[in-house]
T-cell receptor, first 112, second 108 residues
Framework: DSGVTQTPKHLITATGQRVTLRCSPR?????VYWYQQSLDQGLQFLIQYYNGEERAKGNILERFSAQQFPDLHSELNLSSLELGDSALYFC???????????FGEGSRLTVL | QKEVEQDPGPLSVPEGAIVSLNCTYS??????FMWYRQYSRKGPELLMY????GNKEDGRFTAQVDKSSKYISLFIRDSQPSDSATYLC????????FGTGTSLTVIP
């Protein structure tokens, strides 16, 4: 158990819908990262937050947004969902940017 | 040029073999490297974390960083069927960059 908690574990929804994925980082970790992993693909970096502020953006679509709250949990919002958004979405946390990165078990999103 | 490049494999070895997994990196300004193990559709699990060059050993696993050639390696001794997974290398620093992963199968 990495200490990073993600909910929900599985989510099935329809095209055009909106979903919210939630992440609780490890105790004491200030930095939260979101990654997307499609079937048989590598990890695609979406976005990073550090202590409530956006720190870096990767290949995140405009239909996607995220935020980190004062209690350091983070939410990833995916809207106007398309079939191609079906993937595993991982949250990871670290104490600082250069430190060890720990992943949650992921949220598996299926868009029908 | 990608920050981290990794041979995707797949790699298949008999049980008990020594496995060598390799990555190259492009930016020598950063010195934090990690190896992750990912079982199918599960979250990547941090196996090894190294800073700078040299070797780091943890049980059957040894991580090696060669700064002169910008090469990072993970060696698995006495490989077990439970080691069958995808292994990801990563570079830390200002941001985290991951290799695409090497799929390993250890045959009993």
């Amino acid at each position: 158990d990495s200490g990073v908690t993600q909910t929900p574990k599985h989510l099935i929804t329809a095209t055009g819908q909106r979903v919210t994925l939630r992440c609780s980082p490890r105790s004491g970790d200030l930095s939260v990262y979101w990654y997307q992993q499609s079937l048989d693909q590598g990890l695609q970096f979406l976005i990073q937050y550090y202590n409530g502020e956006e720190r870096a953006k990767g290949n995140i679509l405009e239909r996607f947004s995220a935020q980190q709250f004062p209690d350091l949990h983070s939410e990833l919002n995916l809207s106007s969902l398309e079939l191609g958004d079906s993937a595993l979405y991982f949250c990871a946390s670290s104490k600082r940017t250069a430190g060890e990165l720990f992943f949650g078990e992921g949220s598996r999103l299926t868009v029908l | 040029q990608k920050e981290v490049e990794q041979d995707p494999g797949p790699l298949s070895v008999p049980e008990g073999a020594i496995v060598s997994l390799n990555c190259t990196y492009s930016n020598s300004a950063f010195q934090y490297f990690m190896w992750y193990r990912q079982y199918s559709r599960k979250g990547p699990e941090l196996l090894m974390y190294t800073y700078s060059s040299g070797n780091k050993e943890d049980g059957r696993f040894t991580a090696q960083v060669d700064k002169s050639s910008k090469y990072i390696s993970l060696f698995i001794r006495d490989s077990q069927p439970s080691d069958s997974a995808t292994y990801l290398c990563a570079r830390g620093g200002n941001q985290f960059y991951f290799g695409t992963g090497t799929s390993l199968t250890v045959i009993p």
